[in-house]
């Protein structure tokens, strides 16, 4: 059995934590579709905080608007884990 140190942990923890929500679907080929799939979960997923924020701390808090683009961001995101990367960056771009 491996011998399991503080640094071996700490090291692969964010390695995990990256390829559990960043790494894009195995049928994306191609480096540069691979990257550009891994860009487009993070900015939904970076959008999905931002955006709430914005509904706590705005006048709107009876019309859910940001409430709204956040659950829109979130459900990009879930679409763009899986292979549909190019129907998940033609959906945000418009």
Known sequence: MPKV???SISIGLPTRI?????EPHPDIKGS????????LSILLMLG??????A????DLTTHP?????????FGGYILSRTQHYD???AITVL
């Open 5 to 7: 140190t503080e640094d």
């Open 18 to 22: 990256n390829a559990a929500f960043f």
């Open 32 to 39: 540069r579709k691979r990257q550009q799939a891994q860009y």
């Open 48 to 53: 999905v905080p931002v955006f709430l924020v």
């Open 55 to 58: 509904q706590l701390v705005t």
């Open 65 to 73: 608007l940001y409430l709204a683009l956040s659950m829109t961001f």
């Open 87 to 89: 129907l998940t960056a």
